[in-house]
């Protein structure tokens, strides 16, 4: 019943946020801290403004953490994610502004954020950002998967 008392949209009606809202991200306690693990999330209806144009953008968001003291609850992150419907941004400050504001949701051992986007123009964009906890093998970890980063 602990995870009950820490979480507040799961099973009420669900308001949808008209812009940006990081507020609504709700984190839970992991019940197995000591252990490393893969939590992997897959939004592939993501959408944005283009913040030149107005015109939609459109990508698929995969998320992939290493957890420590807290998670994501996933209610809460479709929510956060669809306030990106009606906000301006480019494509790497998308993944970027995701990945930051679940670090400072969770401080997990290690995060990454890829955006696939479908093409504008005729060119595709897939912007990828990771972060691994300063001074520890997890940061090792980011610096090995961005040197070996490829789609």
């Known amino acids: 019943m602990e995870r009950k008392d820490e979480l507040t949209l799961l099973g009420k009606t669900t308001e949808y946020r008209q812009d940006y809202a990081p507020e609504v991200l709700e984190a ?20 944005s403004l283009c913040p030149i144009t107005g015109q939609p953008d459109f990508a698929e968001i995969r998320i992939s953490y290493l957890p420590d003291r807290k998670m994501v609850e996933s209610k809460s992150l479709k929510l956060y994610l669809f306030s990106f419907r009606n906000h301006g941004d480019f494509h790497e400050d ?11 949701l969770m401080d997990p051992k ?39 980063h490829d789609l």
């Open 94 to 104: 998308c993944v970027n502004i995701i990945m930051k504001d679940l670090i400072r």
């Open 28 to 47: 839970f306690v992991n019940k197995h801290p000591e252990n490393d693990y893969w939590v992997r999330f897959n939004c592939p209806e993501f959408t």
């Open 110 to 148: 290690y995060i990454e954020v890829t955006g696939l986007f479908t093409p504008r123009g005729g060119i595709s964009i897939y912007p990828y950002c990771n972060y691994g906890r300063p001074g520890t093998k997890y940061e090792e970890l980011a610096e090995y998967r961005m040197r070996q």
